[in-house]
T-cell receptor, first 111, second 115 residues
Framework: AQRVTQPEKLLSVFKGAPVELKCNYS??????LFWYVQYSRQRLQLLLR??SRESIKGFTADLNKGETSFHLKKPFAQEEDSAMYYC?????????????FGAGTRLFVKA | ETGVTQTPRHLVMGMTNKKSLKCEQHLGHNAMYWYKQSAKKPLELMFV???????ENNSVPSRFSPECPNSSHLFLHLHTLQPEDSALYLCASSLILAGDAYEQYFGPGTRLTVT
């Protein structure tokens, strides 16, 4: 079965501390993985995808196929990083794709 | 307005009413999606349309009926809903190109309350 697991509902860290939001996936094929973010009163938007290997707003995520993980990391958290973060897996359908989202982790960065 | 728009933003309806949610994308995408977001089950995929064809119905009850007249518009027709259907309904769109899964762009959502 295709599944995305985010074990932490809430993660609270101090400003300047490192942060890691965990994501594990279950999929037999080659995964297409994403992190989406939803800031307060804003719509859900893409943060990064594994295939681009970019660092966005200081965040990085490495795909580990052996551990079936795609954890999101940032070395020094900022208050503006407080938001809801969703890990997502896109799997192919006939003629397209569907995306399976994890339950989300709320990150709270304290001053 | 650019991007993905949804109307109405808020909707209160009785269990015997019939209403429709509308989504429009101005991004030239060829795939559109309906999601349900509630406190109990965040971000459940409901329907997927690729090139106007429905390619996924994620075991959604028949009281929800989607319609995709063209690649820019997506509707969700609602009838005889239950109070547990109260949730935020999100529309999204994406580009399907050369077998690649591009990012999804989300609308602001319609907050639905069933009384």
């Amino acid at each position: 079965a295709q599944r995305v697991t985010q074990p932490e509902k809430l993660l609270s860290v101090f400003k300047g501390a490192p942060v890691e939001l965990k994501c594990n996936y279950s999929y037999s094929g080659s995964p297409e993985l994403f992190w989406y973010v939803q800031y307060s009163r804003q719509r859900l938007q893409l943060l990064l995808r594994h295939i681009s290997r970019e660092s966005i707003k200081g965040f990085t995520a490495d795909l580990n196929k052996g551990e079936t993980s795609f954890h999101l990391k940032k070395p020094f958290a900022q208050e503006e990083d407080s938001a809801m973060y969703y890990c997502a897996l896109s799997v192919p359908l006939t003629g397209g794709f569907k995306t399976i989202f994890g339950a989300g982790t709320r990150l709270f960065v304290k001053a | 307005e650019t991007g993905v728009t949804q109307t109405p933003r808020h909707l209160v309806m009785g269990m015997t009413n019939k209403k429709s949610l509308k989504c429009e994308q101005h991004l030239g995408h060829n795939a559109m999606y309906w999601y349900k977001q509630s406190a109990k089950k965040p971000l459940e995929l409901m329907f997927v349309y690729n090139f106007k064809e429905q390619t996924e119905n994620n075991s959604v009850p028949s009281r929800f009926s989607p319609e995709c007249p063209n690649s820019s518009h997506l509707f969700l027709h609602l009838h005889t809903l239950q109070p547990e259907d109260s949730a935020l309904y999100l529309c999204a769109s994406s580009l399907i190109l050369a077998g690649d899964a591009y990012e999804q762009y989300f609308g602001p959502g319609t907050r639905l309350t069933v009384t």
